[in-house]
Nanobody, 125 residues
Framework: QVQLVESGGGLAQAGGSLRLSCQAS????????MGWFRQTPGTEREFVAA?????????LYAEPVEGRFTIFRDNAKKTAYLEMNNLKPEDSGRYYC?????????????????WGQGTQVTVTS
């Protein structure tokens, strides 16, 4: 099991950028594929991006963020990141970091067993 703490959320204007961080502790970070999900009130938590275990690992993105968001990780720092560029108001939501003890980056929420508390992102037009 790994503990996850997100940071870096906040308020941004449309077209702007934010970088989210996910600090892990309590486990061997390099054993975990990392994912980012987001949720708005009244909706299901949706997949945003994932990266497999290696720092040069396979990445996977949801179509709405492809080409604008970049997921990467620093295994030495036990941290995963989500670089968000060209933000849109529809990117607003609470962003959650998640981990699964596997080498496969997948979109399915239910196979990620460790979650952070989330960080809020609000994008204004």
């Amino acid at each position: 099991q790994v503990q996850l703490v997100e940071s870096g959320g906040g308020l941004a204007q449309a077209g702007g950028s934010l970088r989210l961080s996910c600090q892990a502790s309590g486990g061997r970070f390099s054993d975990y594929t990392m994912g980012w999900f987001r949720q708005t009130p009244g909706t299901e938590r949706e997949f945003v991006a994932a990266i497999s275990r290696l720092s040069t690992g396979k990445t996977l993105y949801a179509e709405p963020v492809e080409g604008r968001f970049t997921i990467f990780r620093d295994n030495a720092k036990k941290t995963a990141y989500l670089e968000m560029n060209n933000l849109k108001p529809e990117d607003s939501g609470r962003y959650y970091c998640a981990a699964r003890q596997s080498d496969h980056a997948v979109r399915i929420r239910s196979v990620y067993f460790d979650w952070g508390q989330g960080t809020q992102v609000t994008v204004t037009s």
